[in-house]
T-cell receptor, first 110, second 112 residues
Framework: GQQVMQIPQYQHVQEGEDFTTYCNSSTTLSNIQWYKQRPGGHPVFLIQLVKSGEVKKQKRLTFQFGEAKKNSSLHITATQTTDVGTYFCAGLGNTGKLIFGQGTTLQVKP | NAGVTQTPKFQVLKTGQSMTLQCAQDMNHNSMYWYRQDPGMGLRLIYYSASEGTTDKGEVPNGYNVSRLNKREFSLRLESAAPSQTSVYFC???????????FGNGTRLTVT
């Protein structure tokens, strides 16, 4: 069945450093969504990518969707302590169901 | 706007006990979902309801049942709780099937 793998599982950075999390699907995706979950909170929708090769930016966050629509990445420039949390990708495949990656937990040292 | 409301927030059960997790949304969304979250496993879909009157199994449906009571409410029932069902449960809704998800605050369930 469809699988979505996300790496790394954990990342510790110094405040000001950059951070990237990667998402890979075993099948071609119709779209990919990204969510952020603060410690003790619930996942909150960040963005959706639909087109092959699409790049979207939200302030210091850059989201990319691969040309083959099987991978995606989230890059944060100059991390801040407010970026702490777990970032999830979720891919919509041919099953019509949204499958979540395992998430990347980001810790930022001030 | 409350969004998605889940009750209870915390629950401790003994093995074999039953309980129902309640979820309601006020966004007039058609689709509703139940996920469980375990460390290192991400969010796994238990059941979903694409529209009022329909329910379907997700990735991990064993040991659970659901009821889409009306367009607003979608409940998750554990008939005979097991320690493997210790988890954080999230209800979510979306305007359309597999659209962007709005999550509730979660229910932390411990089964001893």
């Amino acid at each position: 069945g469809q699988q979505v793998m996300q790496i790394p599982q954990y990342q510790h950075v110094q405040e000001g450093e950059d951070f990237t999390t990667y998402c890979n699907s075993s099948t071609t995706l119709s779209n990919i969504q990204w969510y952020k979950q603060r410690p003790g909170g619930h996942p909150v929708f960040l963005i959706q990518l639909v087109k092959s090769g699409e790049v979207k930016k939200q302030k210091r966050l850059t989201f990319q969707f691969g040309e083959a629509k099987k991978n995606s990445s989230l890059h944060i420039t100059a991390t801040q302590t407010t970026d702490v949390g777990t970032y999830f990708c979720a891919g919509l495949g041919n099953t019509g169901k949204l499958i979540f990656g395992q998430g990347t937990t980001l810790q930022v040292k001030p | 706007n409350a969004g998605v409301t889940q009750t209870p927030k915390f629950q401790v059960l003994k093995t074999g006990q039953s309980m129902t997790l309640q979820c309601a949304q006020d966004m007039n969304h058609n689709s509703m979902y139940w996920y469980r979250q375990d460390p290192g496993m991400g969010l796994r879909l238990i059941y979903y309801s694409a529209s009022e009157g329909t329910t379907d199994k997700g990735e991990v449906p064993n040991g659970y049942n659901v009821s889409r009571l009306n367009k607003r409410e979608f409940s998750l029932r554990l008939e005979s709780a097991a320690p493997s069902q210790t988890s954080v449960y999230f209800c979510a809704s979306s305007a359309a099937r597999s659209g962007t998800l709005h999550f509730g605050n979660g229910t932390r369930l411990t089964v001893t």
